[in-house]
């Protein structure tokens, strides 16, 4: 077989093969959809081992599937992960991680600049866990640094922030986590691991709505948490010691890199019940097939879009890191080389009326730009933020995430660019100077 | 048990070793002819204890086929079989010795499985010492070091693959119908 057995397949290959293997008995070419809720066990003996976590196997959807286990295994090698739980939705996916990880008294440093319904997670739902986030401005590790305290468990933050495109400084911040110690967990929703793989710079975890670009078709709602299997938890209370839940298993001890993951499934997501569905599973790898084609002309089209409204006279400002007066260009060519997304926002030019109403009528005029709460679908989308996904926010929360009232935020689809420019135009032209 | 004559991405991830000293001590095809050829597997250091992750490596093997004989001074029985104090005091022929002590115990435990005949050597993660490796290869025993064996036989078995592993297995042929 010599060193041709040793081969490292890339990237495409893995989208199209990583995780599944044709069955010994039928030879399914697709992947099979098991809609099923629980596994028949092979004998009394096995059915104990595999509750004890002495087997891996089957035993309940709401831990693991093998539809959803071939999703799972093909997002870690993508993201060049040592494995993955596949969850109910990307909030589910930031909340699995974050209950696995943390006990009550501890704290987080995120980024303030995230999607807003991560805000509200982290800011009230974690307070009532007992756990306290401290926010930075993400663009100067500085601010990071000094935000680390005693009791900080874990840095949080999106590769590309939403909605400004401010870039992660990835290796920096992975090296300022390993000097404390502690887990970088970067949301890479927006980068896709076709255009940035943040566990290559030194990430512990990656997490990801998977129902953005993963999916592509916006049919189905899913997340993904995937662990690097680097980070050494050893010194980690959660994941190395004793667990009451299983008479005292040391997950790290007995799993070894493996270990938060089997702490996440075995745990936390049997525990919380956020469980995606084995059909969601399937669509989102019908989209993961096609990730590197549809990524290709989603970071085209939003490079052309991005220049066009950069060019316009009624629009201020374009906060996309594909542009190079955006503050993190540079970073986005490090770390995001094919294209830093396809997601961005821009300002509206102010004018004599209210900017609020501006924005409302920009969005009124469109004709192709769906105006809906979703990112990364396939179709070109638009979004006022300060009135839609980030109006929980106090005026505060929006100046620290970077969102003005005449801001628009686009994500760019896969229509003719052409159509785009003319629908962006026409409706510039409707907002009234 | 495996994929018959699939290729396979060689495994890199948590590994202290080098890219040159996986190609030595990691072997695809080496891991994969011992856990298809061997039966009986001496455990060094195997605990009594039920949630220890030797004991955890034990039953699963045990469960998938492979006899199971502990080594540990402390005597007794562990999953039904008799503990040895050392590898020389096995009566019985031994395919694979499997390491669950630390590296300052190899060169000794190499010694032995050499004198008894075994056929491989195979130290759990992070147990490494390239002298008692070269040694046991110098006198034709297999070596495999700073692995599982549980988690190598979960890779090309497929149960690994059920928690949502990267298995790094790639291939579009049907696997061999298990035994």
């Not at chain 1, 009532?128 to 005693?150: E, G, H």
């Not at chain 2, 993660?125 to 549980?150: H, N, P």
Request: glycine fraction near 8%.
């Amino acid at each position: 077989m010599g060193t041709d057995n040793k081969r490292t397949f890339g990237f495409e290959t893995r989208m199209l093969h990583a995780g599944h293997i044709p069955d010994a008995v039928v030879g399914a070419r697709a992947v099979p959809i098991y809609q099923t809720t629980s596994y028949v066990f092979n004998d009394a003996d096995y059915a104990a081992q595999l509750f004890e976590l002495k087997q891996y196997g089957n035993i309940y959807t709401r831990i693991s599937n093998p539809t959803t286990a071939v999703f799972e295994e093909r997002i870690a090698s993508l993201e060049n992960g040592t494995g993955a739980v596949a969850v109910a939705s990307g909030m589910a996916a930031q909340f699995v991680t974050f209950m696995t990880l943390l006990a009550p008294g501890d704290e987080i440093v995120a980024s303030a600049q995230l999607y807003g319904g991560s805000v509200t997670q982290l800011t009230h739902t974690l307070k009532k866990l007992s756990v306290t986030v401290r926010y930075v401005d993400p663009t100067q590790v500085d601010n990071w640094a000094k935000a680390i305290a005693p009791k900080t468990k874990a840095l949080y933050g999106e590769t590309v922030g939403n909605p400004r495109g401010s870039v992660l400084d990835l290796e920096a911040l992975a090296d300022l986590a390993k000097v404390h110690r502690i887990p970088l967990i970067v949301d890479n929703t927006f980068g896709t691991p076709y255009l940035c793989r943040p566990i290559d710079w030194g990430a512990s975890i990656v997490v990801h709505s998977a129902t953005k670009f993963i999916g592509g078709h916006g049919n189905s709602i899913g997340g993904v948490v995937i662990d690097s299997g680097t980070f050494d938890y050893g010194r980690f209370p959660t994941i190395a010691d004793p667990s009451p839940s299983y008479h005292g298993l040391r997950f790290y001890d007995t799993f070894g890199h493996y270990g938060f993951l089997m702490k996440v499934r075995a745990e936390t997501v049997r525990d919380t019940g956020a469980c995606i569905s084995p059909m969601n599973s399937f669509l989102l790898l019908q989209g993961l097939e096609t990730l590197s084609l549809r990524m290709e002309r989603h970071v085209a089209n939003a490079l052309a879009v991005a220049r066009f409204l950069h060019n316009h006279p009624r629009v201020a400002s374009v906060s996309y890191a594909g542009l190079p007066d955006h503050p993190d260009h540079e970073r986005a060519t490090k770390y995001l080389p094919k294209g830093p997304g396809a997601v961005f926002a821009f300002d509206l030019k102010p004018g004599a009326g209210d900017p609020r109403e501006a924005g409302r009528k920009f969005i009124e005029s469109l004709q192709l730009f769906s105006h809906l709460a979703n990112v990364g679908d396939a179709r070109s989308l638009v979004i006022h933020p300060a009135s839609t996904t980030h109006q929980q926010l106090s005026d505060e929360e929006l100046r620290l995430g970077g969102v003005s009232p005449t801001m628009i935020r686009l994500s760019i689809g896969l229509e003719t660019l052409e159509d785009l420019l003319w629908d962006l135009d026409q409706a510039l032209s409707a907002v009234s100077i | 048990m495996g994929f018959g004559p699939s290729v396979v991405c060689s495994i890199n991830l948590n590994t202290t070793l080098s890219p040159e000293q996986r190609a030595r001590y990691q072997d695809p095809d080496v891991i994969r002819h011992l856990l298809d050829t061997c039966r009986t597997i001496a455990m060094v250091g195997l605990s009594a204890d039920r949630q220890k992750a030797s004991y955890f490596v034990a039953s699963y093997l045990r469960y998938e086929g492979y006899r199971i004989i502990p080594v540990n001074p402390r005597g007794g029985e562990i999953l039904g079989e008799q503990v040895y104090p050392d590898l020389r005091s096995i009566a019985d022929r031994v395919d694979l010795v499997d390491v669950f002590r630390p590296a300052s115990e190899c060169p000794s435990i190499v010694d032995q499985a050499i004198a008894i005949h075994a056929k491989a050597v195979w130290t759990q993660l992070r147990i490494v010492d390239f002298e008692a490796a070269e040694k046991a290869l110098a006198a034709g025993l297999k070596v495999v070091m700073d692995k599982c064996v549980k988690m190598e036989h979960g890779r090309y078995g497929g149960s690994l693959h059920w928690a949502g592993m990267n298995t790094e297995i790639i291939t579009a042929r049907k696997p061999l119908r298990l035994r």
